[in-house]
């Protein structure tokens, strides 16, 4: 274990070797301010890095993982990330980013107890209620539990947008906008989910 250690922060010296041969001012002006234009919301997953999926290095991108990438709007960690993401870092698009293939979405309604994340998932088996009829109308399993996903982040997209830390936002005239993802372990690449919104209106017209 301790060699495995040992290991991670030999890693990390070389990364930030790296880094200063490529540009000898990055961590400066990292340790000065962060001003990140997007907020990700991801899943906890190990196979989903945030920063490298999409290319950014530290700095441009302030993110929040959970189990599932949910937006609950009674968790308090989401809405503390949301709320420093929109009023302080005035951050202009927020990606709710779920990923194929995702043990959480799967767990929420495979009938099997787990403990506590059975309660965290609960919004998830609420939208399989909610779609019952499309959803088993698809007789594959995998193919079943990606709709599930896609459902999923659709309806983070719709309770982030809800929430009363964007809509203020828009009140004040801040832009921003909410977009729907899906990231494809298989191959690395995103699908949008074609279900951003940029104003109250937007929210309405869409759900």
């Known amino acids: 274990m301790h060699s495995l250690l040992e290991g991670l922060k030999l890693n990390n010296r070389r ?4 880094k200063l041969a ?4 990055f961590f400066t002006r990292l340790a000065n301010q962060q001003s990140p234009e997007f907020l990700w919301i991801g899943c906890s997953d190990s196979r989903v890095p945030a ?13 929040h993982r959970n189990v599932a990438n949910l ?9 503390s990330v949301l709320q420093f993401a929109v009023d302080v870092l005035k951050v202009k698009h927020i990606m709710v980013v779920g990923h194929y293939g995702c043990g959480g979405v799967t767990a929420a309604v495979d009938g099997q107890r787990r403990g506590l994340v059975d309660h965290w998932l609960h919004p998830i088996r ?7 009829q499309t959803l088993e109308c698809i007789h594959d399993d995998r193919e079943r539990m990606d709709r599930l996903c896609e459902l999923s982040v659709t309806r983070q997209v719709k309770n982030v947008a809800s929430d009363v ?8 005239g801040q832009e921003i906008s909410v977009h729907g993802w899906v990231y494809s372990i298989a191959d690395g690449l ?3 989910l074609n279900v951003s919104v940029s104003s109250p209106a937007e929210l309405q017209a869409l759900f």
């Open 22 to 25: 490529v540009d000898p001012g």
């Open 126 to 132: 609420e939208v399989y209620a909610e779609n019952r």
């Open 165 to 172: 830390f964007v809509q203020d936002a828009w009140a004040r």
């Open 71 to 79: 937006a609950p709007p009674q968790d308090a960690n989401y809405l």
């Open 51 to 63: 920063n490298e999926i999409v290319g950014l290095d530290p700095g441009e991108l302030f993110v």
């Open 190 to 192: 995103v699908n949008d």
């Open 15 to 18: 990364w930030a070797a790296g």
